[in-house]
T-cell receptor, first 110, second 117 residues
Framework: DQQVKQNSPSLSVQEGRISILNCDYT??????FLWYKKYPAEGPTFLIS?????DKNEDGRFTVFLNKSAKHLSLHIVPSQPGDSAVYFC?????????FGAGTRLTVKP | DTGVSQDPRHKITKRGQNVTFRCDPI?????LYWYRQTLGQGPEFLTY????????KSRLLSDRFSAERPKGSFSTLEIQRTEQGDSAMYLC???????????????FGPGTRLTVL
């Protein structure tokens, strides 16, 4: 049962433009959401998170938006940089249960 | 470097052999998690420890898999009688779950890539 879905396996964006990565979840018990970034041959690196009591969290170029009624979250990266090219995983957590999406490969072209 | 470390980074073994992986979490973290990741998928939860107690195991964790965290610090994951389907990246993560806190940010190690021939 895939409770967290990232429906776009890949995304290509021009440097300087906005990257928007999307994630949908089905379990309404999830109350904490995270985005991780993964380079090849490395483990996922924590990027940004949001609690279910908020609808937006911003950290520098990265902003996460949460729409609880739609069970949808998104990560905005602006401006996108070539170094942002990686696989991005969204994760959703309820108590001790964390589920990950399958990832979206972001390519930022110079 | 005070991040999560894992050893070895790569392991190639023959089917039927036993393998053991080690994870050293961030020192003050009380929780330690094991995940498995296969190509094109996100990490899948295997098990986790709160200090030395193993509190949850996924149904993915067959009886050939065992994990320990004897002193509440490092952890080992052993796979007995390996099968080709065990080939994957095994990730360890740790977190500091404060009492009464509902949030749990996990920090991952670099992973151990297992190849079973």
């Amino acid at each position: 049962d895939q409770q967290v879905k990232q429906n776009s396996p890949s995304l290509s964006v021009q440097e300087g433009r906005i990257s928007i990565l999307n994630c949908d979840y089905t379990n309404s018990m999830f109350d904490y959401f995270l985005w991780y970034k993964k380079y090849p041959a490395e483990g996922p690196t924590f990027l940004i998170s949001i609690s279910s009591i908020k609808d937006k969290n911003e950290d520098g170029r990265f902003t996460v938006f949460l729409n609880k009624s739609a069970k949808h979250l998104s990560l905005h990266i602006v401006p996108s940089q070539p170094g942002d090219s990686a696989v991005y995983f969204c994760a959703a957590s309820a108590l001790n249960d964390m589920r990950f999406g399958a990832g979206t490969r972001l390519t930022v072209k110079p | 470097d005070t991040g999560v470390s894992q050893d070895p980074r790569h392991k190639i073994t023959k089917r039927g052999q036993n393998v053991t992986f080690r994870c050293d979490p961030i020192s003050e973290h009380n929780r330690l998690y094991w995940y498995r990741q296969t190509l094109g998928q996100g990490p899948e939860f295997l098990t986790y420890f709160q200090n030395e107690a193993q509190l949850e195991k996924s149904r993915l964790l067959s009886d050939r898999f065992s994990a320990e965290r004897p002193k509440g610090s490092f952890s080992t994951l052993e796979i007995q009688r390996t099968e080709q389907g065990d080939s994957a990246m095994y990730l360890c993560a740790s977190s500091l779950m404060a009492s009464g806190s509902g949030t749990d940010t996990q920090y991952f190690g670099p992973g151990t890539r297992l190849t079973v021939l």
